[in-house]
């Protein structure tokens, strides 16, 4: 089946610095999504990419929808404490996928973030 | 935004008892939800789709007789561990979306732990 391969598996870093992972796929998707996890918690919609080289921004986080769309990747700036957590990837098939199409959603394997204060 | 509820956060069971677990979408209807089961620091798999008024769909290899689903309403999905063993303790999270063009929303999970 598809997958999607997201790297860095972890991450340590200093307080203010800036963050960047991605996800990469053989298949393409047509739908990308990005979510935190905090620990003993659901994971929270970060940002939804539905087109192609399409760039989003929320705060300091900016995701890009890469123009094969085989890739994805998200960066956060200027991280803080409160970024510590696992970020997950997910694509879908579909463009602007929604719904009961969601059971086809795959996600990465996550990036676990630790920031030192 | 989109906001899922799910109820317990956490429960510890004796092993051959039976757990409910309820997930509700506060904000949207929702005629399908998702449950997830995720083992420590790995990704979420998916578990079962649950469709309003109708049968679950489980994924290849899940017990749909010992993972029980129910999605009685439009806003009410719940997952049944029936006779849980230690092996089926873990995190379990449900998500719905609010339809088409709706990203996927989840709910805050719940931690199982079977004694």
């Known amino acids: 089946g598809q997958q999607l391969n997201q790297s860095p598996q972890s991450m340590f870093i200093q307080e203010g610095e800036d963050v960047s992972m991605n996800c990469t796929s053989s298949?393409?998707?047509?739908?990308w999504l990005w979510y935190k996890q905090d620990p003993g918690e659901g994971p929270v919609l970060l940002i939804a990419?539905?087109?192609?080289?399409e760039l989003t921004s929320n705060g300091r986080l900016t995701a890009q929808f890469g123009i094969t769309r085989k890739d994805s990747f998200l960066n956060i700036s200027a991280s803080i404490p409160s970024d510590v957590g696992i970020y997950f990837c997910?694509?879908?098939?579909?463009?602007?996928?929604?719904?009961?199409?969601?059971?086809?959603?795959?996600f990465g394997q996550g990036t676990i973030l630790t920031v030192h204060p | 935004g989109a906001v899922v509820s799910q109820h317990p956060s956490w429960v510890i069971c004796k092993s051959g008892t039976s757990v409910k677990i309820e997930c509700r979408s506060l904000?949207?209807?929702?005629?399908?939800m998702f449950w997830y089961r995720q083992f420590p620091k790995q990704s979420l798999m998916l578990m079962a789709t649950?469709?309003?008024?109708?049968?679950?769909?489980?994924e290849q290899g899940v017990e749909k007789d010992k993972f029980l689903i129910n999605h009685a309403s439009l806003t009410l999905s719940t997952l049944t561990v029936t006779s849980a063993h230690p092996e089926d303790s873990s995190f379990y999270i449900c998500?719905?979306?609010?339809?088409?063009?709706?990203?996927?929303?989840f709910g805050n999970g719940t931690r199982l732990t079977v004694t």
């Open positions: 997910a694509g879908h098939p579909r463009p602007n996928a929604g719904g009961t199409s969601y059971g086809k959603l795959t």
């Open positions: 298949s393409i998707f047509n739908t």
């Open positions: 990419l539905y087109k192609a080289g």
């Open positions: 904000d949207f209807q929702a005629t399908t």
């Open positions: 649950s469709n309003e008024g109708s049968k679950a769909t489980y």
């Open positions: 998500s719905g979306s609010g339809g088409a063009n709706s990203p996927l929303h």
